[in-house]
């Protein structure tokens, strides 16, 4: 008979409670007994029979493994466990005693009998030291490289007096306060300091220039040892007698193997009595091979881990519990952040920001700071510094503060979006910080004090930035001097306009008589050079189908002499005439086609109503629909493609136009009388039978979210607005005769916004500016035989241009909002094809565009502006609107002589009109 477990009391702690439902997920999957959970979970009794005994936490692979034998959910339960562990405290033990790790500092001297790992690179570095008296060791962050130097190579040459320091702001200073005698090992830690924190160009390139030399005269047996990241080994090679020094003398710190690895994570703690589970070594190791810039993530899991220790054993549980190597850095931050006060976190953002240099072109590096800078003399600030401190997350100086590793910076998602929140404020306030410090030490120099653009910067940039008293002093200054310069400034002012305004009055007569005279002869100028352009524009139009090249020549001369609505006119519609090799076409029959809106994709529907996608920028098929099509719509980004097909259950599909494949399909149940796509093709509008009702529909999920009914009104065309949140419908039921009502929706809560009519008798075509503020009606007008396109204010319902632009099939808003193509329909049989530009400000003509390689059926624009344009033989072209590259490409097929100009421009004088 199976020995009764021992009670558990859920109510007294969350441990309990842990190991409570884990026997009653047991209870759930019949009460199997341990030896039978034991074969299908591989774990001995007594390890599984302990997981629920309520004592200990038992590690995440039991627990699930647990779970899983009982038929539980793995996610849920590896949840529970994370949120648990992460509550657990951590062990304590009796007396309290030092870690065997350093965690996110390095390496130092003292620490030389526990620096285990590196002993072949040691030996290396100590080699090249004896054979070269200038040697550097390069490696990335996290690879050990001060840990090397300070608890390595220094301990192993303990025989030599030895001088350890970086560089920090002022190198030199640092070299002349440390460095006495001539027979020394200097070893410069974190060298890349002199690139990040030293601002004077001079003082850095002297700075070098000493070691150099220090490391190479005769006279003394000096040996130079440089600790230096390796992505600034490239700032290195700027310096040529720095180059010269390490051409030979160079030891890379790349990543630990196994072996290595496994004494750096046992040595350490065998040597403080204590042992490592095997299972907690093979995870370690398994996790930080190839990894070199790891290395304090690692030592600082396993202080974490050595804190929530076994007794004297390491195990894995505990390494879970901490977060491992990846969040156990993460999970001390947080925990210090959270568990201060909302003032002090404040501060304790303020702090990590300005511990932080910002790198310009490689990664952000710790900076050294003063204790002035922080204000540490405040208590709460202190308060802040010693928790930071206490969780090993920054190192306290006498006199300086500085982030414990750059792992932190690395590693910690919060410091990371605060560094990247704001950066050019950021930089700005940095560069705030040492201007006021180099004002101070000049005495408060007023020459040393922002001006100009500067001052303008600061200001607007550290509006909201906490800058400290001598920063506040510093701006306050600044602006104090400026503003007694302008004062200054206004009086010289005042007294030159007394004298100005004296020979205003004698100049003002003789300069009227001579503007007068001058305008008079330049607009009767203006008034020829536009004739010109538009003779020269029309004699370019009626040869550019037979010459299209000396037309090209005559359309750039009627531009330069002025910027004619005809002269642009034909000098766009010459790239249809003159084509491009490279333009592909599609050589289906074809009877209907549509662009995307963003004109990567090109769609065509044949005469049974199957449609065929294709690459419009390589005529490539993507994928042939034989479904009979009546309607179709893409979503903004024309990576989605919704049809409707022919019939009374009102099929609709959807697919992905990449590859064609059908996302999802389902009925309306009811014919499809029009709809409109919602820009992240997400939401579909359909006008369905019976009239007077709209319905929204989730493409994806199939389902109908909300309806708009009105018995008493007809729906016809509709559109989304770019934000999916308005949806603007046509009707005729509440309009006067001859008339189309529009209304705006708001398609969360149905509620109307502005309702307008337009004096049309049918709107065809409905289409939002990119940024929701216009909208772009056209349609067929009752008593005319052509109809205007009319530009919208939504917001307000207004009218805020028309323009006259025939019987249209299509228009289309450029990326930037400022320009409308549309497409005229096949009537009247003369305007067929063309396409005209709009100035969607003013609804004024910019352009009319004639397809002379084909009738253009569909326009779409590109998010570059150039306009992908359609034509009935198949042809896929891109249209430039930019005149300059347009002139400048046709200028390229021009070779322009005298006997050309004069046979083509005899009435205007020869000049190198494309030079």
Known sequence: MARPERPLDPTTDDLQKFASELRELRQKAGSPGYRQLAKSAHYSVATLADAAGGRKLPSLAVTLAYVRACGGDDRQWEAKWRSLAVEQPPARSAPPEEAPYVGLASFQREDANRFFGRERLVAEVVGRIQDRRFVAVFGPSGSGKSSLLRAGVVPAMANWPVVLFTPGAH??????????????????????????????????????????????????????VLGIRADFYGHCTEHPELVEALRDGQAMVGPMDADELQAAVTLPAVGAGLRVETALVSRIVSEMIGRPGALPLMSHALVETWRRRRGTTLTLAGYQAAGGVEGALTQTAERVYTGLDGEQQRMAREIFVRLTALGDGTEDTRRRVQRTELDGADPATQFVLDAMAQARLITLAEDSVQIAHEALIRCWPRLHDWLTEDRDTLHVHRQLTDAARLWESLDRDPGALYRGTRLATARMRCRQAVLTPNEQRFLDASIAARDHELRAGRRRVRRLRTLVACLAVVVCVAVTSAVTAVSQGQAAQDQRQIAISRQLATKATTMAMAQPVEAALVAVEAFRQAPTVEARSILLSLQTALGNNDSPRIVVPFKDAVFSPDGRVFATVDANRGMTLWEASSGREIVVIRDDVYLWRFSADGRVLVTAAVGDSGRVTVRDTATGSVINSFTIGEPVVWATLSADGRTLAVNSQPVGKVALWDVFAGHQIAEFTDPSDTFGEMAFGPDGRTLAMTSVGRSGVGCCQVTLRDVGTGREIPTFTVPTSFIADMVFSPDGRTLLTSGQQSLYPTSPVEFWNVHTGREIATANAGHIASGAFSPDGRTVATVYQDRPQRAAGLVRLWNADNGQEVATITGYSGRVIAVAFAQDGTLAAAFDNGLIQRLDLNVDNVTASLCDRIHVTKDLWDRYLPDLPFQPTCH
Do not use: K, M, W, Y
């Open 171 to 224: 190198p030199l200073a640092e070299l002349a306060a440390q460095v006495s005698g001539t027979d020394l090992l200097i070893v410069v830690d974190q060298f890349e300091e002199v690139f990040t924190h030293c601002a004077d160009a001079e003082e850095r390139a002297q700075f070098i220039a000493a070691l150099v030399v220090a490391g190479r005269d005769g006279g003394s047996r000096t040996r130079v």
